[in-house]
């Protein structure tokens, strides 16, 4: 890995290290005259041994005070009665995770967040245990090695197993694909978190080689622990420009929000390759009227082309894809120097639903809402504003933690709401390979409204494709009895156990609110513990949450 980052708060500056040397010198040829006779090793004479003694204790009276200081700038006290800040902890060999981890507090902190950011040597389970939160960026080194400064939270640390079953974690792998063990000291580290009860937000996140889409992915992520949708990326994705062929409300009448499948395919071109489990990142795009009441505050034409670092674009439509700014601010600019100040919208993340093989890029998109009621950036786009024949900014994004288990192994598939995407991905894989043992877990609202591809999958399991479908609607049981897809997995343990037994994968889509969560603590109670982290160590138990 590569990459610089500023000296770390606390730590000594290259002048203060050459300025230490400089008199450690000094001292040595003021002390020079004094050798007389015997020299080293021969022992010094008694009559000169309170001075080496007085210069070891001058120095130490000089150093300790430093010292202290770095220790305490580095890890300040937690206040009395103040939040407990959001951990961001870092092991860097070059300083590219660090700067990363650096960037990741900014951006929770453009959130609102209070976050304290420390080298993972100084974290310790104390520090673990008064997190309620934490994030860790950690390169490998080597064949699998932490960073060096991480050793003792390797050999201190890791060698003990505290009780974090309060604290829910994110962790960001940093590595090279070359070596044998990719990531090895972040998965290592990710193991032990869980090992100690920890709960992930999310799926390890792991980047080869610095791979801008992946380390996109985690600024995604950041967002939404943030509680922020507008947070700029790091690096603008290159999008390319695909075209809405059509959308369809897949759920009228349901007590959720409305959920829409939409088809889209390049405007030119081929369609690209993907695989069941990859990712759409979406480029959005505000209403165009907002752009248009902008433009008329400031007196400025709407179709006069501009250039902000991209395409030369009409400048109505570069306002459509950039954070409205403040119109005060404004005044007077003409339409380069606005077109200079907009900052592009970030990203949206959808998982793919169909296969190339379909004709088309297929998404299940549900409307949400920001708190002041109006449309969620990504779905109000892709559901409201766009309009079919209309061009869509889209880039494919590989997510190979989520890719299709071999076609001779079962496969477990377990999801709810529009997790359901990415499981009709896996299905469609899996019967264009021929494979014939998979189970279907799904649950949502109701049966009548909320089956996503239902007919489709009636279809499947009429044909073998399917061996089981397990079905849970929460709205349609028994008053004040609501039913999930984890109580449906619970009810099937013994199922289960066997398709385990006999090398069944097992892929969750959904939410990881509540969904994911639940359905791993049902693996381990239904597997026990230690079965299920080692079928999530070797690959064979995988997640697509958010």
Known sequence: MSGASPPRAGTWAPAGNLAV???????????????????????????????????????????????????????????????????????????????????SAQALRAGGRQVLVLPLEEVDPERLAAAGQALFVASTTGEGDPP????????????????????????????????????????????????????????????????????????????????????????????????????????????GGPAYTLLLRPAEGALPAWQAGDIAEIGPCQPPERGRELLEALGLDGNTPVNAGGPTLPLVALLARSRRPAADSLAGLDAQALAARLQPLPHREYSIASIPEEGGLRLLVRLMHQPDGSPGLGSGWLCQYAEPGQAVDLRLRANPGFHPPPP???????????GMAG???????????????????????????????????????????????????SRDGAAGRKVYVQDRLRGAADTLRAWVAEGAHILVCGSAEGMAPAVDAVLAEVLGAALRDALRAEGRSRRDVY
Do not use: K
Request: net charge positive.
């Open 423 to 473: 499981l009709r991905a896996h299905l469609r894989a899996r019967i264009a390979a021929g494979a014939r043992r998979n189970w279907l877990l799904f649950g949502e609202r109701q049966a009548a409204c909320d089956f996503f591809f239902g007919e489709e999958v009636r279809a499947w399991q009429a044909q073998g494709w399917l061996q089981r479908l397990d079905l849970a609607f």
């Open 21 to 103: 040397a400089a008199l450690l010198l000094l001292a040595a040829f003021a002390l020079l005259p004094l050798h007389g006779g015997d020299w080293w090793p021969a022992a010094p004479r008694p009559s000169r041994r309170w001075l080496a003694a007085a210069v070891a204790v001058a120095y130490l009276a000089f150093a300790l005070p430093f010292l202290w200081r770095r220790r305490t700038a580095a890890t300040p006290p937690l206040p009395a009665g103040s939040p407990t800040p959001l951990l961001v902890a870092w092991a860097s060999q070059t300083g590219f995770a660090r700067g990363l981890a650096e960037r």
């Open 408 to 418: 001779g192994a079962p496969l477990v598939l377990v999801g709810n709401g529009t």
């Open 148 to 255: 060096d400064h991480a050793l003792r939270f390797l050999h201190r640390t890791m060698a003990a197993r505290p009780d974090l079953g309060h604290l829910r974690y994110a962790l960001l792998a940093l590595g090279d694909r070359s070596y044998a063990d990719f990531c090895g000291f972040g998965r290592r580290l990710d193991g032990w978190l869980r090992a100690c009860g920890a709960q992930a937000l999310f799926d390890r996140v792991e980047v080869d080689n610095a791979d801008p889409a992946a380390l996109r992915h985690w600024q995604y992520e950041l967002g939404r622990i943030a509680g922020r949708d507008d947070l700029p990326d790091w690096a603008p994705p290159a999008y390319e420009p695909w075209r809405l062929v059509e959308r369809t409300l897949l759920n009228p009448g349901s007590q």
